[in-house]
C-alpha cells in the first residue's frame, strides 16, 4: 500500500510540474504578445480550486482530473467576443503571433529539461566507475575484445565517469544505429579503443539487447555475508539476519557471495537447507527462494543484500560536477540530443525499425516516477527532464489536436496565404483524436501486459 501512495505521489507531483511549465509557455507567450486570456487550467473535469483578482483577469484552476491541462483564450470560433475584447482575440492575431503561441508550449518543456540538466550537473551525483565484470565470449561486447576489468572512459568521444552515464550514451548511440567507438582502459592501465556494432534486429528491441549486449558491472570477490533484509521477502521469513556468514547451502560450503547469488537464481521455488555462522554458533534454516520473471527467464529472489567493505565502495565510486557554465553548456547539449534522439525513435517505430514495445504509457511513467524518487533526488529529476523532453517533442508531431497539428496548418496557411477552413480543420481533428486515442490505448495495453509478465 505504501509503494503504490509513494508512487502515485510522486506521479502527481511529476504531471504537475511537467504540464503547468508547458500550460505556463502557452500563457506567457499569448500575454506577451497582446492575447487576452480567460482561463488558465491544470487538470480537466471538475473544478477543486479557482482564483482571479478582478472580474476580468485570468482565472486559475485546479480541475479533478489531472491527466493534462489547457488555456483558454478569448477566441471567435470559441463563442462570442465582447467588441472591446476583439483586438485581443487570438484568431485576430498575425500568423507569426498565433505560431509563437502555439510553440511556446513546447518549448518551454524543452525549457524545464535545460534548467533541471543544469542543476543536475552543477549538484553532480556519486556513481560507480564502469568497470567490466565478466564478459561473455559470444556476446556483442565479447565478439570485439570487451574484458573483465575494462574501464569505459568515453562512449563516441563522450566521457562516461561513471556506470550510469556510460550505458545511458551507450543507449543513445545504439538507438543511432551506428558503429560506436567505446575508449577503455584496461586492468593492466593501457589505453585501447573498440569498436562495437549492435545488430539491427537487437537494438529494435530492450529484452534482446540486455541479453546479447554483454556488459556487467564488476563486482568483487565478497564474503557471503548478509547485510540488509528486505521486510516480508524470503529470508526474513526464513529467519536469516545482517551479520550472518553463509557457511554451506545443501552441505556443499559457500566461498563467495556471487556463488550464494547463482544458487539462489538457480532455484525458484526450491528449499534450501542453509548453515549460517551468527556470531561464531552456527543455525541450520531452510530458505525457499521466491521466483521472479527477468530478462533471463524464471529465477529465484530471496531479498537479501551482501555486505560491501567501506574501502572497495570508496575505491569504485566517483563525484561528478560541472561549473555552472560547463553544466549549463552540458544541458543544452544533453536536451537536444534526446530531442534528436526521440524524434528518431518515434521515426524508426512509424517504419517498422523499432518494436512498440518502446511505448510507455501512464501506468509505466508512474513506476518510473515513484521508482527514481526511492533512488534520489537527482535520479528523479533526471525522469523529470526527459518526460519533459518527450512531452515536447510528442506534441510537436504533425498531429491534429496537438501543438504540432495546429503549426502544420498555419504553415499551409502560409503556404496558401490564407487560413485552413475551420471544417477542414475539424475534419482532420477528428482524425488526430482517433490517432492520439489508439496510441494512448496502445500504451496502456502494454502497460498492463508489462504488469502481468
Not at 487538470?43 to 493534462?68: N, Y
Not at 483558454?72 to 507569426?96: C, H, T, W, Y
Not at 496557411?413 to 488526430?432: C, H, L, M, N, Y
Amino acid at each position: 500500500m505504501f509503494s503504490l501512495l509513494h508512487t502515485l505521489f510522486y506521479f502527481l507531483i511529476a504531471l504537475t510540474i511537467l504540464i503547468a511549465f508547458h500550460e505556463f509557455g502557452h500563457f506567457w507567450a499569448a500575454r506577451k504578445l497582446g492575447v487576452k486570456v480567460i482561463r488558465f487550467s491544470l487538470g480537466f473535469g471538475k473544478i477543486l480550486w479557482r482564483h482571479q483578482r478582478t472580474r476580468d483577469s485570468t482565472e486559475f484552476t485546479v480541475a479533478a482530473l489531472p491527466l493534462g491541462g489547457y488555456v483558454k483564450m478569448v477566441d471567435e470560433r470559441e463563442g462570442s467576443v465582447a467588441p472591446a475584447d476583439l483586438p485581443f482575440a487570438f484568431n485576430r492575431q498575425p500568423l507569426i503571433r498565433r505560431v509563437a503561441i502555439v510553440f511556446a508550449g513546447p518549448f518551454f518543456n524543452l525549457v524545464l529539461a535545460i534548467l533541471i540538466y543544469w542543476v543536475v550537473f552543477m549538484i553532480g551525483e556519486t556513481g560507480m566507475r564502469p568497470v567490466l565484470g565478466p564478459v561473455a565470449s559470444g556476446s556483442l561486447a565479447g565478439q570485439v575484445g570487451f574484458a573483465e576489468g575494462d574501464e569505459i572512459m568515453a562512449v563516441a568521444g563522450e566521457e562516461t565517469p561513471t556506470w550510469n552515464q556510460a550505458m545511458g550514451e551507450l543507449l543513445e548511440q545504439i538507438m543511432e544505429g551506428d558503429a560506436i567507438s567505446v575508449d577503455v582502459k584496461t586492468k593492466d592501465g593501457a589505453h585501447l579503443q573498440r569498436t562495437l556494432l549492435v545488430p539491427e534486429e537487437i537494438a529494435q528491441q530492450p529484452s534482446l539487447l540486455y541479453q546479447h549486449l554483454g556488459f556487467r558491472p564488476w563486482e568483487p570477490l565478497l564474503p557471503p555475508v548478509i547485510d540488509r533484509i528486505e521486510s516480508g521477502g524470503a529470508a526474513e521469513k526464513a529467519g536469516l539476519q545482517a551479520g550472518d556468514l553463509l557457511v554451506h547451502v545443501d552441505g556443499n560450503p559457500i566461498k563467495t557471495w556471487r556463488e550464494w547469488v547463482d544458487i539462489v537464481r538457480a532455484n525458484p521455488d526450491r528449499s534450501l537447507e542453509v548453515v549460517v555462522d551468527r556470531g561464531g554458533q552456527h543455525f541450520s534454516l531452510s530458505i525457499t527462494p521466491v521466483p521472479v520473471e527477468s530478462e533471463e527467464g524464471r529465477i529465484g529472489r530471496i531479498g537479501a543484500a551482501v555486505q560491501i567493505p567501506e574501502h572497495l565502495v570508496d575505491e569504485m565510486q566517483v563525484e561528478y560536477r560541472l561549473g555552472v557554465f560547463s553544466a549549463f553548456a552540458a544541458a543544452i547539449e544533453k536536451t537536444g540530443d534526446y530531442s534528436v534522439l526521440t524524434f528518431k525513435m518515434i521515426g524508426r517505430m512509424l517504419v517498422g525499425k523499432a518494436g512498440i514495445e518502446n511505448l510507455s504509457g501512464p501506468i509505466s511513467i508512474a513506476q518510473y516516477a515513484g521508482k527514481s524518487a526511492s533512488i534520489g533526488l537527482s535520479q528523479f529529476l533526471k525522469f523529470l527532464a526527459i518526460v519533459s523532453v518527450s512531452l515536447a517533442v510528442l506534441n510537436l508531431l504533425p498531429i491534429p489536436v496537438l501543438d504540432g497539428g495546429h503549426l502544420m496548418f498555419y504553415l499551409i496557411e502560409a503556404v496558401k496565404g490564407s487560413p485552413v477552413s475551420d471544417r477542414t480543420q475539424a475534419f482532420f481533428q477528428q482524425i488526430g483524436l482517433f490517432i492520439l486515442l489508439s496510441l494512448m490505448s496502445l500504451a496502456f495495453i502494454l502497460d498492463i501486459e508489462r504488469l502481468l509478465t
